[in-house]
């Protein structure tokens, strides 16, 4: 280098003139595969930054995976598997599912209160991908739900769940568990951004879930179930997420469970980001 | 060869379901100037800056910014403009940085990039002292530069400035005038919405007035203000100046009846043509009036606005309700400045 710039540099550059005939050859048409990447990850990075400001946002997966998986082991244990020990390789699979698919109601709400803010229409004026301001806090919440079921795996071994499958069952459980959580999170994203506002989705998303996990294999074993509700506990997505963690945490075994499990999330996300991001376009 | 408009609109409309918000507005926008649209609140200016903008689907018209269709191309426009509200767009969870930089980042710049630009702009912007705050500790002014700043990172060449100053103390005011001055010597074409007629008049090179979403006027100030007829010779007597014999010479001169106000001295003469205040000069000098000021003003653009839509400025209540994007409560604050 030939010139050293003493002290401070010069704060700011003498600015060019504007040169529009330019700045419009300098036009894209469309967002590349790249640019929609990149953006959502700035999407996500925002919504990091925000969780980390707002810490009670995580009490839901922290709070919810300790309480219910104690409550229901200590309440539950006896009646259905004789005691407690017996019932955590029943139970603790399903409370995961649980608290993942609430993780995801949780996803879909905060996106429409996100929606509301004026900062949603900076984001729309913007030339970026339409699918980013979704994704990326979608993406974000993967760490969400890696703490809800990491926590309650840890709270399973304390009170005395010996997983089969090893550890890396268990960490092929959780995968599985944020995968399906991401995906079905889709659902409720596009219910985010349908909805007039978050109580409305918030409503919506009970109806829903409540009736899925319960009308499920998660908490109890389905033949002891009336046969018509085992008709529908059987074809019950969750069903097949709850056996799927089953079958990774208890046994380590890739069954057919988690065949199905990862195919009906493919599906969902087929379905419902393209319906997402239209409604998002409509929303403008 | 001319220029590509910055914008050029025609024929715009916009329906929410029974009002027709926006109805048949055309405009063109030269490169390099400052275009005002005015118009009371309800009027359908926002309406129609959000379609220019790609914020809202255009229901029947065309606009083109640079010659790119808004409606075919809208992820072209987007490159072109910048969009600053009535309401702050940026984060209110992050710091002014952080607004900056993310905002810099979306659209393309590299981290290094995005950060300089927002250190320029927060400086630029008078922010640097506040850069790491968050933005819910700002103040309105603080809000609004950063809201003007995050337009201005990839340094578009059209910025649609949507009632920049509504709400702002008036030295706050007075610089964001200057900022936007300022966008325009480096280049930019501003489209301005303003309720504040003086704002306009400050600004704007031409200004199109807009009513009950129609465009009911357009030129520049001088020409709305010459197209609502008369100036006014103001004149203030010098003390012991005989008022009686002042009237009668303008009777004389003039052939019209000033409007006295005895016990100041003052006097307004209604002129149809601003050269006539020669001749009543003249006919005081030779019947020994003296005069202690004088000035000649042309008529303002409230009473322009008066004569082109036949009401005041003030906030239009039958409309204001219907239009949730320019029902604010800025409203007042208006009526009252302008007063």
Same mark, same amino acid.
């Given at each position: 280098m030939s010139t050293i710039t003493a002290g401070p540099a010069p704060a700011a550059s003498p600015p060019r003139a504007i040169d529009p005939a330019a700045a419009v050859a300098r036009t894209r048409p469309r967002t590349g595969i790249a640019e929609t990447a990149g953006q959502t990850l700035i999407m996500a990075w925002r919504a990091l930054k925000k969780m980390r400001r707002n810490p009670e946002q995580f009490f839901d997966v922290t709070i919810q995976p300790l309480l219910f998986t104690a409550m229901f082991a200590y309440i539950f244990g006896g009646a259905i598997s004789g005691n407690v020990q017996r019932y955590l390789p029943l139970l603790i699979p399903g409370i995961v599912a649980q608290t993942v698919l609430t993780t995801c109601m949780v996803t879909g709400v905060q996106l429409r209160e996100d929606m509301d803010k004026g900062v949603f229409d900076r984001f729309?004026?913007?030339? /970026?991908?339409?699918?980013?301001?979704?994704? +990326?806090?979608? =993406?974000?919440?993967?760490?969400?739900?890696?703490?809800?079921?990491?926590?309650?795996?840890? /709270? +399973?071994?304390?009170?005395?769940?010996?997983? #089969? +499958? +090893?550890?890396?069952?268990?960490?092929?459980?959780?995968?599985?568990?944020?995968? =399906?959580?991401?995906?079905?999170?889709?659902?409720?994203?596009?219910?985010? =951004?349908?909805?007039?506002?978050?109580?409305?989705?918030? #409503?919506?998303? /009970?109806?829903?879930?409540?009736?899925?996990?319960?009308?499920?294999?998660?908490?109890?074993?389905?033949? =002891?179930?009336?046969?018509?509700l085992q008709d529908f506990v059987k074809v019950n997505p969750v069903s097949h997420l709850v056996s799927a963690t089953r079958d990774l945490a208890n046994n380590g075994s890739l069954s057919g469970e988690v065949g199905w499990t990862v195919l009906s999330c493919l599906v969902v996300i087929a379905v419902f980001a393209p319906l997402s991001v239209r409604s998002y376009r409509r929303h403008l | 060869m001319t220029a590509t408009a910055a914008i050029d609109a025609t024929g715009l409309v916009k329906n929410f379901g029974q009002l027709r918000a926006v109805d048949g507005i055309d405009l063109e926008v030269r490169q390099g100037e400052i275009f005002g649209v005015l118009g009371p609140n309800g009027a359908g200016k926002t309406t129609a800056i959000r379609m220019l903008a790609t914020l809202l689907p255009i229901d029947s018209g065309q606009a083109r910014v640079f010659g790119v269709d808004v409606v075919r191309e809208p992820h072209r426009v987007r490159q072109l403009v910048g969009v600053t509200g009535q309401y702050a767009s940026v984060d209110e969870e992050l710091t002014a940085t952080e607004n900056l930089w993310m905002f810099g980042r979306l659209q393309g710049l590299r981290s290094a990039d995005a950060r300089a630009a927002a250190g320029r702009l927060l400086e630029q912007f008078d922010l640097t002292a506040a850069a790491s705050k968050p933005i819910s500790q700002f103040s309105g002014g603080m809000r609004r530069r950063l809201d003007l700043a995050a337009s201005l990172i990839t340094r578009p060449p059209l910025i649609f400035l949507d009632e920049p100053t509504t709400g702002l103390d008036p030295r706050t005011r007075g610089q964001m005038w200057d900022t936007i001055r300022g966008l325009v010597t480096e280049g930019c074409t501003v489209l301005l919405t303003t309720q504040y007629l003086d704002e306009a008049d400050q600004l704007a090179g031409r200004i199109a007035v807009i009513d009950h979403?129609?465009?009911?006027?357009?030129?520049?100030?001088?020409?709305?203000?010459?197209?609502?007829?008369?100036?006014?010779?103001?004149?203030?007597?010098?003390? #012991?100046?005989?008022?009686?014999l002042a009237r009668q010479v303008v009777w004389r001169v003039a052939g019209a009846e000033p409007v006295l106000t005895p016990e100041s001295g003052r006097m307004n003469v209604p002129l149809d043509i601003a050269d006539r205040a020669a001749d009543v000069l003249i006919g005081f000098r030779q019947a020994g009036i003296s005069i202690a000021s004088v000035s000649v003003s042309k008529p303002t653009l409230d009473e322009v606005f008066l004569a082109i839509t036949g009401h005041d400025t003030g906030p239009d209540d039958d409309q204001d309700v219907t239009d949730p994007e320019e029902s604010g409560p800025s409203g007042q604050t208006a009526l009252e400045e302008v007063k």
């Open positions: 729309k004026s913007l030339p /970026m991908a339409r699918i980013a301001p979704l994704a +990326g806090p979608m =993406t974000a919440d993967v760490v969400r739900y890696l703490i809800a079921a990491s926590l309650t795996f840890v /709270m +399973g071994v304390i009170i005395g769940y010996r997983p #089969g +499958g +090893g550890a890396l069952g268990v960490i092929g459980a959780i995968v599985l568990s944020i995968f =399906t959580g991401w995906s079905i999170a889709w659902i409720f994203t596009w219910f985010g =951004t349908i909805a007039k506002n978050a109580r409305s989705v918030q #409503g919506l998303s /009970m109806m829903i879930l409540f009736p899925l996990t319960f009308l499920s294999n998660a908490f109890v074993p389905s033949t =002891t179930l009336p046969s018509g | 979403g129609r465009k009911v006027a357009e030129g520049t100030p001088d020409e709305l203000k010459s197209s609502a007829g008369r100036s006014t010779l103001q004149l203030q007597l010098a003390p #012991g100046a005989d008022a009686e």
